[in-house]
């Protein structure tokens, strides 16, 4: 793929780089938040799996302000070493652990956060019930470390694959949170099943005590949650947010938008320091990737569903 080739296909990705974010998914926290005004009010806030840090940069950006309010503290965590980012506590742990969840406690002083956000990705295999269902793991663990730092009437955003056990998902979320919406930013490729839920107003069940326990690791479960009725069935609303006329991240756009500029390649603003992807694309580089081996395509599809 020459050095436009991504540009041309891509607009996100462009944009992010002209405007000098880490990652094209810098534009899908800014839509969830041009939708529900994610940002008020919010003076603590962690970022999840947050490498290679464009969540990060849009927390430091809206919440620190022109004036770069120290009284904002904003702690990312991923298992990924980042690039350091002015205002963001860097952690770089598993959020499946419960020693993370005290770290960042501890960095809060005590105190709880206001919004939790988390786009967290698996190392995708190109097999989609497989992936599906690891990603389901890492939101449920994304929500077990929530319940240990949110505040009550907090806020938490995440990304969901929407496959077919999405409405056991949803049913976990809606026992702590009042209100849970399912949204799709316009950066978000209509191509892919993510999307990202919207928890507002924390409220755990009276009596909840926070642990990191899993459902879908409990083997005892044999239900096939799609034949779930009534109360037992919880259908979210789903929301395709960001302004319509913002680009359309399926489409192709010219290298030149503007005619009386003249297209200029610039190089993404802050690589992943040492992604586990790396391998991969050094051996596709050098077209030593044993293609027959693999269900078809499906590497290919993986590097690119990790949507940057
Ligand atoms: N939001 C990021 C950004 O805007 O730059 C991109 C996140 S990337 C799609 C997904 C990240 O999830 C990867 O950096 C990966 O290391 C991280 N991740 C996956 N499993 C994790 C875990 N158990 N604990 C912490 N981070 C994890």
Same mark, same amino acid.
């Given at each position: 793929?020459?050095?436009?080739?991504?540009?041309?296909?891509?607009?996100?990705?462009?944009?992010?780089?002209?405007?000098?974010?880490?990652?094209?998914?810098?534009?899908?926290?800014?839509?969830?938040?041009?939708?529900?005004?994610?940002?008020?009010?919010?003076?603590?806030?962690?970022?999840?799996?947050?490498?290679?840090?464009?969540?990060?940069?849009?927390?430091?950006?809206?919440?620190?302000?022109?004036?770069?309010?120290?009284?904002?503290?904003?702690?990312?965590?991923?298992?990924?070493?980042?690039?350091? #980012?002015?205002?963001?506590?860097?952690?770089?742990?598993?959020?499946?652990?419960?020693?993370?969840?005290?770290?960042?406690?501890?960095?809060?002083?005590?105190?709880?956060?206001?919004?939790?956000?988390?786009?967290?990705?698996?190392?995708?295999?190109?097999?989609?019930?497989?992936?599906?269902?690891?990603?389901?793991?890492?939101?449920?663990?994304?929500?077990?470390?929530?319940?240990?730092?949110?505040?009550?009437?907090?806020?938490?955003?995440?990304?969901?694959?929407?496959?077919?056990?999405?409405?056991?998902?949803?049913?976990?979320?809606?026992?702590?949170?009042?209100?849970?919406?399912?949204?799709?930013?316009?950066?978000?490729?209509?191509?892919?099943?993510?999307?990202?839920?919207?928890?507002?107003?924390?409220?755990?069940?009276?009596?909840?005590?926070?642990?990191?326990?899993?459902?879908?690791?409990?083997?005892?479960?044999?239900?096939?949650?799609?034949?779930?009725?009534?109360?037992?069935?919880?259908?979210?609303?789903?929301?395709?947010?960001?302004?319509?006329?913002?680009?359309?991240?399926?489409?192709?756009?010219?290298?030149?938008?503007?005619?009386?500029?003249?297209?200029?390649?610039?190089?993404?603003?802050?690589?992943?320091?040492?992604?586990?992807?790396?391998?991969?694309?050094?051996?596709?580089?050098?077209? #030593?990737?044993?293609?027959?081996?693999?269900?078809?395509?499906?590497?290919?599809?993986?590097?690119?569903?990790?949507?940057?």
């Amino acid at each position: 793929m020459g050095r436009s080739s991504k540009d041309k296909r891509d607009i996100y990705y462009r944009l992010a780089k002209e405007e000098g974010w880490r990652a094209r998914s810098a534009f899908k926290l800014l839509q969830l938040d041009e939708e529900f005004n994610l940002f008020k009010g919010v003076s603590r806030a962690v970022d999840l799996c947050a490498a290679p840090g464009s969540w990060s940069q849009v927390l430091s950006r809206k919440l620190r302000g022109k004036d770069k309010s120290e009284d904002v503290k904003i702690v990312a965590v991923d298992l990924q070493a980042m690039a350091p #980012l002015p205002g963001v506590t860097q952690i770089q742990g598993d959020i499946t652990k419960i020693s993370t969840a005290q770290e960042i406690i501890r960095h809060f002083e005590g105190q709880s956060a206001d919004l939790v956000v988390c786009d967290g990705a698996p190392d995708v295999t190109g097999l989609h019930d497989v992936d599906e269902y690891i990603q389901a793991q890492l939101l449920l663990a994304a929500l077990n470390i929530t319940t240990h730092v949110l505040k009550p009437g907090g806020n938490f955003v995440a990304k969901i694959f929407r496959g077919k056990d999405v409405t056991l998902l949803y049913s976990q979320l809606k026992i702590f949170f009042s209100s849970v919406t399912c949204a799709k930013p316009r950066s978000s490729r209509n191509s892919s099943i993510e999307a990202f839920v919207v928890c507002q107003n924390y409220s755990p069940p009276e009596g909840y005590v926070p642990n990191m326990s899993n459902p879908l690791l409990d083997h005892s479960y044999d239900v096939d949650f799609n034949q779930l009725e009534g109360p037992n069935r919880i259908i979210v609303p789903f929301l395709a947010c960001g302004d319509l006329s913002a680009f359309d991240s399926d489409r192709t756009y010219p290298l030149q938008l503007d005619s009386s500029k003249e297209y200029q390649y610039l190089p993404p603003t802050q690589p992943p320091i040492r992604p586990p992807y790396q391998q991969a694309c050094q051996l596709r580089k050098n077209n #030593l990737l044993a293609k027959e081996d693999s269900p078809s395509g499906a590497l290919d599809d993986s590097l690119s569903a990790l949507d940057l």
